[in-house]
T-cell receptor, first 114, second 114 residues
Framework: NAGVTQTPKFQVLKTGQSMTLQCAQD?????MYWYRQDPGMGLRLIYY???????DKGEVPNGYNVSRLNKREFSLRLESAAPSQTSVYFC?????????????FGSGTRLTVV | AQTVTQSQPEMSVQEAETVTLSCTYD???????LFWYKQPPSRQMILVIR??????QNATENRFSVNFQKAAKSFSLKISDSQLGDTAMYFC???????????FGQGTRLTINP
C-alpha cells in the first residue's frame, strides 16, 4: 500500500543508548517531516526536509539529528537517548507545492527511554 | 510565531448527538490554511477537513463541518450525528501560505458513548 512507512513501531532504550528511526515514503513526495507527540502538547516539529539534500530545524531539534538519504527516505537519529525523549514519533510527507493540502503521516513509533 | 490553542482537553457525548470542538489560533498572517486531524486509538493521523483562510465559506465533509471566524481567529469543528467510530483525539493545525510546516494544537480527546 502506498504511504509512509515507519520502523520500528515500538522501541525501549536505556539512557545513553543511540538509535535511528527509519521513515520511507513511496508517493514521490518532495518534503518530509519528523514530529514528536507528547500528552498535552500536541505534535511538535523536530526537523523537516523540504527537498532531497536539504534539512532544517523545527521547534524541538535538540538531541536529534536527521539524514535525508534520498527522495524516499528520511531518518531520525538519537545519539544519546534521554528519558525526556520518551514520546511517540511521527514521520510525514507532502508533495512539492501542495503541503497546504495536508500531510500523509506514518503510523508512528512509540519510544520509551528508561 | 503562530500558536494554536485547543482549550478542551477532553469531551464526551452520547452517540447521535452533535458535538463542537474549539480551536483558536494566533497569527499576523492574512493568508493561511487550517486543518482538523483525527487520531483514533490506532494512532494513525487522518485529515478530517481543511479550510483556506481566503474562503469565507465554511468547509464541510459529510458529518463534519467547521465554523471559521477569521476576525476572531477561531476554527471550531462540528460533528453531527456522532458515531462510536468518531472516538479519537482531534488536533487543530495551522499552516501559513507559502510555508510547509504544520503547527498543531494540544488536542482534544473525544469519547462517543453508546
Amino acid at each position: 500500500n502506498a504511504g509512509v512507512t515507519q520502523t520500528p513501531k515500538f522501541q525501549v532504550l536505556k539512557t545513553g543508548q543511540s538509535m535511528t528511526l527509519q521513515c520511507a515514503q513511496d508517493m514521490n513526495h518532495n518534503s518530509m517531516y519528523w514530529y514528536r507527540q507528547d500528552p498535552g502538547m500536541g505534535l511538535r516539529l523536530i526537523y523537516y526536509s523540504a527537498s532531497e539534500g536539504t534539512t532544517d530545524k523545527g521547534e524541538v531539534p535538540n538531541g536529534y539529528n536527521v539524514s535525508r538519504l534520498n527522495k524516499r527516505e528520511f531518518s531520525l537519529r538519537l545519539e544519546s537517548a534521554a528519558p525526556s525523549q520518551t514520546s511517540v514519533y511521527f514521520c510525514a510527507s507532502s508533495p512539492i507545492g501542495a503541503a497546504n493540502y495536508g500531510y500523509t503521516f506514518g503510523s508512528g513509533t512509540r519510544l520509551t527511554v528508561v | 510565531a503562530q500558536t494554536v490553542t485547543q482549550s478542551q482537553p477532553e469531551m464526551s457525548v452520547q452517540e447521535a448527538e452533535t458535538v463542537t470542538l474549539s480551536c483558536t489560533y494566533d497569527t499576523s498572517e492574512s493568508n493561511y490554511y487550517l486543518f482538523w486531524y483525527k487520531q483514533p486509538p490506532s494512532r494513525q493521523m487522518i485529515l478530517v477537513i481543511r479550510q483556506e483562510a481566503y474562503k469565507q465559506q465554511n468547509a464541510t465533509e459529510n458529518r463534519f463541518s467547521v465554523n471559521f471566524q477569521k476576525a476572531a481567529k477561531s476554527f471550531s469543528l462540528k460533528i453531527s450525528d456522532s458515531q462510536l467510530g468518531d472516538t479519537a483525539m482531534y488536533f487543530c493545525a495551522f499552516m501559513k501560505q507559502g510555508a510547509q510546516k504544520l503547527v498543531f494544537g494540544q488536542g482534544t480527546r473525544l469519547t462517543i458513548n453508546p
